[in-house]
């Protein structure tokens, strides 16, 4: 039962949707189009500037930007925009709905978890409409949601708990995106920038099958209807890396099985790559979209020196013209391709000391997957709940308190 100072609206008058911001025709302003919107990440910066030349676009200054469109919003495309300045005036695609808390009513903030919550998203995608594949949510349809708003000093409480869980995750993000830069540039300074024409001693050329084998294991997960397994996804790579636990009954079709010591190489459309360093623990067993190759490095290789020969520049120049298919959107690479590929093979010392400057930074990057898994599965336990007054905000503070 909700306390008597929450009270119930619709949605458009608890915010204001698509407000009208005036923008100077010939100026630059900061653009933002859907591409920018990461899933994974809270917030959304300019993706280019562009001149102002009128009509075409929507408005927002530190606002929250829904997709309107399949599959964007069904992926989670919600973000607030943050400009060069808090007052940076900027604009975007009309695929996006704007939604700005209303003065003296709704926390700006406030409104960006409410647009997130379940509540809003399942109301929104059910009103789509348009042909399969592009569909969009008319903004005039959210006049018909009746939504829950607490006073004004909750609803900043309640940002203010759940900002601290995606604040931790953006850190961590950022974070892992440094060490991996780390470990990128040792691989390319050590091995990548080797000209082939001219091997140092000790090094030669070789195939890819000489240092990785792929791992073909089946599970089919239906099965274990209630078993609850650890899924590595393309959409869950695209939205932050971390694997999402879902129940056997759940999932479709067989899976690969992802060992302890995997590194997972996307086979689908490799022109935009996708390598992952699984953090597998023996509490449940971890699976793979079929889209992945589950690479295995060889004993006398480590998972550091595979991943870094994955991510480098130089291996994906090569490997995303191994595709078969004729579609632009479902190329793959198949595994025999991938072995056979050429490498270069430096010598098995200068291997070892790759792997020992860099198992710290991959160690982290992993711990970091790991608690920023954490975090977003708490953040998102006690969203729905706070947005709805189930879970009082003293209790909130505290399930955040037992998880630092």
């Not at 025709?25 to 920018?36: C, H, K, L, N, S």
């Not at 479902?330 to 490498?343: E, G, N, S, T, W």
Request: glycine content about 6%.
């Amino acid at each position: 039962m909700k306390t008597a100072n929450w009270k119930r609206v619709p949605f458009n008058k608890a915010v204001w949707v698509n407000p009208p911001t005036a923008l100077v025709r010939g100026e630059t302003y900061p653009f933002v189009d859907m591409q920018a919107l990461n899933p994974s990440s809270r917030e959304v910066g300019p993706s280019e500037y562009r001149t102002f030349t009128g009509g075409g676009s929507r408005f927002f200054t530190g606002d929250t930007l829904m997709a309107r469109i399949t599959p964007c919003l069904e992926n989670g495309k919600i973000a607030q925009f943050r400009g060069p300045t808090p007052e940076a005036v900027a604009h975007g695609s009309t695929e996006f709905i704007v939604i700005r808390g209303r003065d003296g009513m709704t926390d700006n903030n406030f409104a960006y978890y409410l647009t997130r919550s379940e509540i809003v998203r399942s109301f929104a995608i059910a009103q789509m409409t348009g042909t399969s594949g592009r569909q969009r949510v008319p903004t005039e349809a959210l006049s018909h949601l009746q939504v829950a708003l607490p006073p004004l000093d909750d609803q900043r409480m309640i940002s203010r708990i759940l900002g601290s869980l995606d604040d931790k995750i953006e850190l961590n993000r950022r974070m892992n995106e440094t060490l991996e830069g780390i470990a990128q540039a040792l691989f390319k300074n050590w091995i990548a920038d080797v000209i082939e024409s001219k091997l140092p001693e000790g090094w030669r050329k070789g195939k890819l099958e000489e240092l990785v084998s792929i791992n073909k294991e089946i599970v089919t997960p239906s099965n274990f209807p209630k078993e609850t397994f650890d899924y590595y996804s393309i959409p869950a790579f695209d939205e932050g890396r971390l694997p999402k636990p879902e129940m056997g009954d759940q999932i479709q079709s067989n899976k690969f099985v992802v060992p302890l010591n995997a590194v997972l190489l996307s086979k689908l459309n490799p022109r935009i790559p996708r390598v992952w360093l699984p953090s597998v623990y023996a509490k449940r067993r971890s699976i793979c979209s079929t889209e992945f190759l589950v690479a295995l490095p060889k004993p006398h290789i480590s998972r550091e020196y595979l991943f870094g020969l994955f991510t480098s520049r130089a291996f994906f120049e090569v490997f995303a013209t191994l595709v078969t298919g004729t579609s632009g959107s479902h190329q793959r690479v198949k595994p025999d391709y991938l072995v056979a590929m050429d490498v270069i093979i430096p010598p098995q010392n200068l291997m070892d000391r790759f792997t020992k400057m860099t198992h710290p930074l991959y160690e982290k990057i992993v711990q970091n997957l790991e608690e920023s898994r954490i975090l977003a599965a708490i953040r998102d336990t006690l969203l729905p709940k706070l947005i709805s007054d189930e879970l009082r905000i003293p209790n909130a503070k505290r399930i955040i308190g037992e998880h630092p």
